[in-house]
């Protein structure tokens, strides 16, 4: 048992990205998360998906979150075993949204983008920020 | 900042002359970064009068949520204008981009073309 525990903590990494809240700053995320996927061991398909719906996270924090004190937003990678968590979080409260779902709005595709072609997307709210987790398997 | 560009009238081979139709390329990446150019591009080409809209994005390399927001609203647009349509072209090759269409399910709003030439050809019998 010991050994496995400590096999399990040889095999999580983490990392963490403060991002300016800037639309200007969403490139900076991609390449971020496309090195994090890739050094995990994604191949170049799945690092461009994971970037994709990173990339809506990060988006949707800058228009509708707030940032930090500093002015930015949280991204943030978890790899344990054969799976990898992106996190992004910023300090606003989520509002659910009353956009138009309808194939003719402009807005709301954001979410089902992210949960077609990642494994599992999480919405946690809290009084003191929002985070949005995704997670993606090697297999 | 992430690349990205687009212009007017490109051109198409075998074809001098586009008629009424505005013929625009882009590439590089198309998100909210980028999406602002894009929506004023094409709302300048609709408030000219132009009523069928060739967007070319084969050399696109990343395109988002946004982006896909930005030319459903060109479509809507046009419908309020009474009538027209968006024609988006984008090569076999890019796959990536491709996929995103398929996955944001606006195939009932903007017909997705392989090449300038098809898209062209589509625009030209329906009028």
């Known amino acids: ?139 | 900042m992430g690349f990205f560009y687009i212009s007017d009238d490109a051109p198409v081979a075998g074809i001098e002359r586009l008629g009424d139709i505005a013929m625009l390329v882009a590439g590089g990446d198309i998100d909210y970064d980028a999406s602002p150019q894009l929506r004023e591009r094409l709302a300048d080409h609709i408030h000219k009068g132009a009523r069928r809209l060739v967007l070319d994005l084969s050399k696109v390399t990343f395109i988002d949520s946004t982006a896909i927001g930005v030319l459903v609203g060109a479509v809507m647009r046009l419908h309020e204008e009474g009538g027209g349509s968006l024609a988006v072209v984008c090569a076999d090759e890019n796959r990536r981009v491709l996929r995103i269409f398929e996955i944001a399910g606006v195939d009932s709003l903007i017909g997705l073309y392989r090449s300038r030439e098809e898209a062209l050809l589509e625009l030209a019998t329906t009028g």
């Open chain 1, 1 to 139: 048992m010991r050994a496995t525990v400590q096999q399990a903590r040889d095999t999580c990494t983490r990392s963490e990205l403060r991002l300016p809240a800037q639309p200007s700053k969403l490139s900076v995320a991609r390449e971020y998360v496309r090195d994090a996927a890739a050094a995990f061991g994604f191949d170049a398909e799945r690092c461009y998906e994971i970037a994709f719906a990173v990339n809506e996270a990060v988006t949707n924090a800058i228009r509708h979150g707030r940032p930090d004190e500093h002015g930015e937003i949280h991204l943030s990678t978890l790899g344990e075993g054969e799976r990898l968590t992106l996190s992004v979080r910023d300090y606003g409260t989520f509002v659910a949204s009353t956009v138009d779902y309808s194939p003719t709005a402009e807005g709301g595709r954001g979410f089902a983008l992210m949960a077609g072609l990642m494994d599992t997307v999480q919405l946690c709210v809290s009084s003191d920020g929002t985070t949005v987790r995704l997670s993606k398997a090697l297999t």
